[in-house]
């Protein structure tokens, strides 16, 4: 699954750590979830779009392989 968190917490000039205390996790967590080694619950992606004030359509995408 891709998605463009980076790019977006980049616009709001969040960094990992205020972004991931926003919705509730560790900085790890945004960090696994950035370098797309980490597929967010369906909870978690819903906060993240709250965040960004953007559907979840517009963060995330699948893959061919997924």
Same mark, same amino acid.
């Given at each position: 699954?891709?998605?463009?968190?980076?790019?977006?917490?980049?616009?709001?000039?969040?960094?990992?750590?205020? *972004? +991931?205390?926003?919705? =509730?996790?560790?900085?790890?967590?945004?960090? @696994? /979830? &950035? #370098?797309?080694?980490?597929?967010?619950?369906t909870?978690?992606?819903?906060? *993240? +779009?709250?965040?960004? =004030?953007?559907?979840?359509?517009?963060?995330? @995408? /699948? &893959? #061919?392989?997924?």
């Amino acid at each position: 699954m891709q998605n463009n968190i980076r790019v977006e917490r980049a616009v709001l000039r969040l960094t990992q750590e205020e *972004l +991931a205390q926003r919705i =509730g996790v560790s900085r790890q967590t945004i960090n @696994a /979830l &950035e #370098a797309g080694k980490y597929v967010p619950s369906t909870v978690l992606a819903l906060k *993240l +779009a709250a965040v960004f =004030g953007k559907p979840v359509e517009q963060l995330f @995408a /699948l &893959e #061919a392989a997924d």
